[in-house]
């Protein structure tokens, strides 16, 4: 595929894109959702890229979640039709839900409360209750007995397609046998509501779980029709600092370049700074804390104990991790470096395209993206 | 101004811009350039918008700074042809250095060693060194003997065009004295460095400092020419926090709207998470802890002790500060509401407009901005 606008190697700072990482990661989720016998409805809210979507299902745009109407908008007009979108729903939001439902998408959105649930109603618009499995955030709890109440509010406009929930603490925990466990977690929450709003002769058709870690380590999903995961397809360095993959599987990262040092600090001063590298520091909290991210060269490959130890807006330090003991990085001016990024959802925000690594040498083909609202 | 993208009221999360406020900031450090004696450049690497730079200099494009050779280009290309690129350059980029250069921007830029001296003297562009006031990050100490030796090999080309430091450590310190204090340790690093190089027969017609904390403090700056500054325009909470303005000065705020509750935790859910927010959480190390923003009502009132206290990428959670004793938020899902940020500019990069607050009930108009390099 080539592009216009690729280039024999992109200005830094750059977000690149390993396409072949990116495919197997997004083969390894796949097969597992077969496995596991259910659905799969991706996430775009990290990707916001048309070409991405396109990988994800060989080529037809198949269902899809979303975190915006500008997402909705996007990947409707690139031929998606079936379409969740996954933030509890603000009433004046609904003509834009309207206009893309009047067109032929079928957009669905979510809700945990009744005065979403009337205006939604009105609107005649389908939706899902949001189910509360781990306090996470929004939600209602299996055994709240708004459950039934707003399900009947959707009911009586035929709007109620089922229930939903996403384990967002599954990424407070590290391992396989705990983001199983919070997978079972995900499936019981969501099957009790859809249990309890059958006995009170309501129709739940859809129950959707999801998250990457809980995705990843699903053993049995019985009862469960559709899972949703979103920052897979790319892996960062909070993934592997859980044990969802490891850094080798991490598709994305940002090309810098140095500009200098300070010799007696042991730093290394590099062009991407928060603005390239966003201000996420999800791995703070973690057992290992990557800084602003790992220092790769520029074939990616992991230069062992060197991080972006801070960021001002368009300057990056890299310095040795605390209590390693090698001698510090010494790389001339000029030198080009890739970042591995702590979570790819907030790097790839500051980015409005994907330079893609070169399969053959060539030059890097760039996939446009999206922000916005 | 009316512009035909401007709308009743914008869709949230939406980026709101007082431009009243904003000309206030702006009036009041330009006044005390003025007294100082002192020329202003201002840095548009937070408000990335033609229009905020057309009314820094009341309508005649004057002396900027920029973080990235986009906005040199941007800007330029709106009748700014006096930009320094104050980001250590990186030998690659001089191509387009040139090329702006080639086309009447006197476009100048910095470094703080002999390799990019080397090349910006090949490149025939003209250059400031780097001093280092105070440990920040990048330059030459003011007694290190290479800034004369990066010195002649700029003046070699007729490159030397001064000397400039920023003392990014005084947003650390808090209070008016504190920020003189490190005003002066700017004008000293920079002046002692341009008598360094004046002394060895090197010409320094150019001697800048600035931060915004040091900008509004400084008391006397005896040898310095121009003064820098960026996030004053806006300010912020981090700002307000270390005492270089108040609340009431912070012109940029997200318009977002209640999608939900958690009565048992307190906590209301609006539809700005990070994405809308930024990740940034400058105000942590502060002595109050903003969270991810203080909240207001829809008129911009704040609603003391109340903050968005976690964010998702889309959700955030708002809840009572800690230890504070009012009930929590009682607010109908629909509820409009506005946060103020904690760092202007890693909020502004979150977005591609701003919405200007109607000075008179009419519509919002809009000014684009841009990220990117």
């Not at 042991?266 to 290992?288: K, Y």
């Amino acid at each position: 595929m080539t592009d216009p606008t690729a280039a024999a190697l992109p200005d830094t700072p750059a977000l690149l894109l390993d396409e072949a990482r990116m495919q197997r990661n997004i083969t390894r989720l796949a097969r597992h959702a077969d496995a596991l016998g259910v659905a799969l409805r991706p996430h775009l809210k990290t990707a916001k890229s048309i070409d991405v979507a396109r990988r994800l299902t060989g080529g037809t745009p198949g269902p899809i979640t979303v975190s915006t109407l500008a997402e909705a908008e996007v990947f409707f007009a690139a031929g998606h039709s079936d379409i969740l979108y996954a933030v509890g729903i603000a009433p004046q939001k609904l003509p834009r839900v309207q206009a893309l439902r009047d067109k032929g998408c079928d957009l669905v959105v979510i809700l945990d409360n009744a005065a979403q649930a009337r205006a939604v109603a009105e609107a005649a618009v389908p939706a899902m209750i949001e189910i509360d499995s781990d306090g996470h955030r929004g939600g209602l709890r299996p055994d709240d007995p708004a459950l039934v109440e707003v399900g009947r509010i959707l009911q009586a406009a035929q709007c109620l397609r089922g229930v939903m929930t996403h384990a967002g603490e599954s990424y407070t925990v590290r391992g396989r046998e705990a983001h199983a466990d919070f997978a079972e977690q995900e499936r019981k929450a969501a099957v009790t509501a859809a249990e309890t709003l059958r006995a009170a002769d309501l129709p739940c058709p859809v129950v959707s779980i999801g998250s990457t870690p809980t995705a990843h380590a699903a053993r049995d999903l019985s009862g469960v029709t559709e899972l949703r995961a979103g920052v897979y397809m790319f892996f960062d360095l909070v993934m592997a600092g859980i044990d969802v993959c490891s850094q080798d599987d991490i598709a994305m990262s940002v090309l810098t370049t140095v500009i200098g040092h300070q010799p007696a600090k042991g730093w290394t001063m590099i062009d991407a700074g928060w603005m390239a590298l966003s201000r996420d520091r999800g791995t703070a909290a973690q057992e290992v804390d990557q800084g602003y991210g790992v220092v790769c060269d520029e074939d990616g490959r992991v230069l062992t104990d060197y991080i972006v130890a801070s960021a001002n807006q368009e300057h990056g330090i890299i310095a040795l991790r605390e209590g390693a003991s090698q001698p510090p990085l010494d790389l001339p001016v000029g030198t080009r470096l890739r970042i591995l990024p702590n979570h790819a959802c907030a790097t790839a925000a500051q980015h409005d395209r994907y330079h893609l690594l070169p399969q053959d040498g060539g030059a890097f083909d760039v996939w446009p993206r999206f922000n916005g609202w």
